[in-house]
């Protein structure tokens, strides 16, 4: 079965040998806060029900971690579409990002955040406040866990 919003599960690795995974093996669930974003080796999304990696971003010193997970939800609240935005901010301030969608597992790349777009529109600031709030035609969401 295909929950769309639960296909997807991040796994983190860091320079000293830890991890942190989005819901450990105890069924703990963390959010984008407990990540170890100091010190980070790789970042990895897995198809979880498959037992399959989907998407490995690998770190150098001084690179940041581009994660949000974005949901697009119909009249009745359904989530109709849940998007992972992945990628990462070089030391330089260029950016590599990636849209993974849960629906049919199709990948897009873009260099750059959109402002105007429904799903790769930047992190914070006015813009992201905006976007969770409804809109005529779908109703995006952004969460960080």
């Not at 983190?12 to 450990?24: H, K």
């Not at 849940?82 to 950016?95: L, R, S």
Request: aromatic share 10%.
């Amino acid at each position: 079965m295909n929950n769309i919003g639960d296909k997807f599960r991040w796994v983190v690795y860091t320079n000293e040998g830890g991890s942190v995974s989005q819901v450990s093996a105890t069924g703990q669930r963390n959010s984008y806060e407990d990540l170890p974003l100091a010190g980070l080796k790789s970042f990895e999304l897995w198809d979880w029900q498959a037992d399959q990696r989907v998407l490995l971003v690998n770190f150098q010193k001084g690179e940041r971690l581009v994660w949000r997970r974005r949901k697009e939800m119909s009249a009745g609240n359904d989530v109709t579409e849940t998007c992972h935005i992945v990628g990462k901010i070089g030391k330089d301030g260029q950016k590599g990002i990636l849209g993974i969608f849960e629906s049919d597992g199709h990948i897009e790349a873009i260099g750059e955040f959109l402002p105007n777009s429904n799903w790769f529109y930047p992190p914070s600031g006015e813009t992201e406040k905006q976007a969770v709030s409804p809109s005529p035609v779908s109703n995006h969401l952004t969460e960080r866990s």
